[in-house]
């Protein structure tokens, strides 16, 4: 395999892991989003990975910094941490993972302001470059990384917004640079909100939370020193979460989340001519936000804006708040990627710390994510802090 190739595969596998494609590429309006660093999409959490990956409005825990960072000023404990990790493809190779570190701090004695902060490492593995006689030239490791750090503020007793800075770096070369592939590179932002508060239903006191979360806002990023460049992951995610308490051990909670990527509708690459084309690539990504929701933006109209819209739905049973059973559905159109899968998963909570596992059950034909397991460690700094008392 030569260099070229070798980059060009990494870009592919990188890219499945965001888009499931469609069996029949040949249907008209199978239009895909296309976006760079595909990695930062991946539910890193198996809580939420349970659940359809859903995390909006959920009760606030350690991972609320992926999924909405505002969550942290609702925390119940002063500060938490967790690790997660994922094999991922495993249906296709043995080395591609991803790990995630992960944490939150309350500030002062009133709770109203929270800090959070994560480190996600998403490794494609071991990969021999050889020259095109076959001829190994050497091995590289292609890595994406991200650091970002939050502030949720409390502005009422219902209500918290947040904000949160990351640094992407993306080297699908690794060392490699005499075939015009570079390192990317890119800052980006996000901006959430989460409300919650109680209400009566029947004779019981539930809660109700609604939260939104934009993400990956932030510059294009481009592997070949300026030349080209393509679209961060930019996502709009709303949800709601309503909490039932069954009774005085066992509470039921339902939830759901809609997700929007915010780039532009690609056109038909197999028609556009090549100033259409170069019009697209350079759409700037603040544009691009407003015109992914134009239904002039997509060859297919409003029709096909509709089905750029995923939704999952899911559920989570607690006994005494120490036993978990999840389960969740996840959805996104043929046309547009074709992930669709259920999910189910377990967790136990000791006193200071708490093991979550996941699992994934593809219902389309031939999608390398089925059978995706995550693991996840999380620690209480309350709990251990009584453990040591």
């Known amino acids: 395999m030569s260099r070229i190739k070798a980059i060009t595969t990494l870009a592919l596998l990188l890219f499945i892991t965001n888009q499931v494609i469609a069996e029949d590429n040949s249907e008209p309006l199978f239009n895909p989003l296309r976006s760079g660093i595909p990695s930062l999409t991946i539910a890193p959490d198996a809580r939420a990975g349970a659940m359809g990956d859903i995390g909006a409005a959920t009760e606030p825990d350690i991972f609320s910094q992926h999924w909405n960072s505002a969550k942290y000023a609702f925390a119940y404990s002063k500060a938490g941490v967790s690790l997660s990790y994922t094999p991922w493809l495993a249906k296709l190779v043995d080395d591609i993972n991803l790990a995630y570190l992960v944490g939150y701090y309350k500030i002062g004695n009133n709770d109203n302001l929270a ?5 996600r490492y998403f490794s494609l593995g071991r990969i021999m470059l050889t020259d095109d006689q076959g001829h190994d030239l050497n091995e590289t490791r292609p890595y994406e990384l991200a650091f970002d750090a939050s502030v949720a503020l409390k502005f009422s007793q219902t209500y918290s917004q947040s904000v949160a800075f990351r640094y992407i770096y993306s080297d699908l070369g690794a060392g490699v640079r005499d075939d015009g592939m570079y390192p990317a590179s890119a800052v980006a932002v996000d901006v959430a909100g989460y409300f919650n508060n109680y209400f009566v239903m029947g004779n019981n006191e539930c809660m109700l939370g609604l939260g939104y979360d934009i993400s990956n806002i932030g510059n294009k990023v481009s592997y070949d020193g300026g030349n080209t460049s393509v679209f961060l992951p930019t996502n709009l995610r709303a949800g709601a979460s309503v909490l039932y308490p069954l009774d005085d051990y066992n509470t039921l909670s339902l939830n ?3 997700n929007k990527y915010l780039i532009p509708t690609p056109p038909d690459l197999t028609q556009a001519n090549d100033s259409t084309k170069q019009a697209y690539y350079n759409i700037s990504p603040i544009a691009g936000i407003f015109r992914s929701f134009s239904a002039k933006d997509a060859p297919g109209g409003t029709k096909e804006k509709l089905q750029e819209i995923m939704w999952s739905v899911g559920a989570e049973y607690a006994y005494d708040n120490k036993f978990f ?11 547009k990627g074709n992930r669709q899968y259920f999910s189910l998963g377990t967790g136990f909570r000791m006193t200071a710390f708490q093991l979550d596992v996941a699992y994934l059950i593809s219902t389309v034909p031939s999608n390398p994510l089925d059978q995706t397991l995550r693991f996840s460690l999380s620690f209480d700094m309350d709990g251990l802090r009584n453990l040591m008392r």
């Open 115 to 119: 800090i959070g902060s994560s480190l």
């Open 256 to 258: 759901v989340d809609v």
């Open 325 to 335: 059973v999840r389960g969740g559905y996840f959805h996104e159109s043929p046309n």
